[in-house]
């Protein structure tokens, strides 16, 4: 049973780009929540798709927007890209949201900014 | 706003030693609490939770108990292995119970 699938696991983009990341999550579940990690520090928690809606979100800017596809499976764009968007991207995929049974992270892409 | 203190870290221990990572929470209402694992280069793994007060969350030797009245969720581990160094992180539940707020995690190093 394939668990949370995440690509690329890295990237190196220049600043003012615009970068997409895809997260398929674990067979069954049908929500996507994603994270940044920066360095040295724990996750951030960006939004959550449920039903192809953003359901739920964190602090962050509207240069971080997403999508859910009909498969559950979702994507992570960032446009205009700072050097303080370096960091490692977290999916987590779970059934209904919960955070409490099953919620299963990926292993993350790696976003470097120059 | 809800948060997560952790000890700061990097922690270094010797092999068989005990081990405790200490773990405080601000939140209203009654969050779950949960310690995640990470070893390098990979993402994270839950290792235990606890979802009420009192609740004993426990997973290969290690263990935590959600102290309602201290606001505390301590890990902790009577026998480390070196296979247990990694990045441990405390976290909790947002009131809806659909994200996970994180403690900056701490290093733990052991040695042979």
Redesign the interface.
Known sequence: DAGVTQSPTHLIKTRGQQVTLRCSPKSGHDTVSWYQQALGQGPQFIFQYYEEEERQRGNFPDRFSGHQFPNYSSELNVNALLLGDSALYLCASSLSGTVNYGYTFGSGTRLTVV | GDS?TQMEGPVTLSEEAFLTINCTYTATGYP?L?W?VQYP??????LL?A?KADDKGSNKGFEATYRKETTSFHLEKGSVQVSDSAVY?C?L??Q??????????TTLSVSS
């Not at chain 2, 659909?98 to 403690?103: D, H, K």
């Open positions: 997560v779950s949960f995640y280069g990979e993402g994270l793994q839950l939770k979802t992180f976290a539940s947002n809806a119970g659909t994200a996970l707020i994180f403690g900056k995690g």
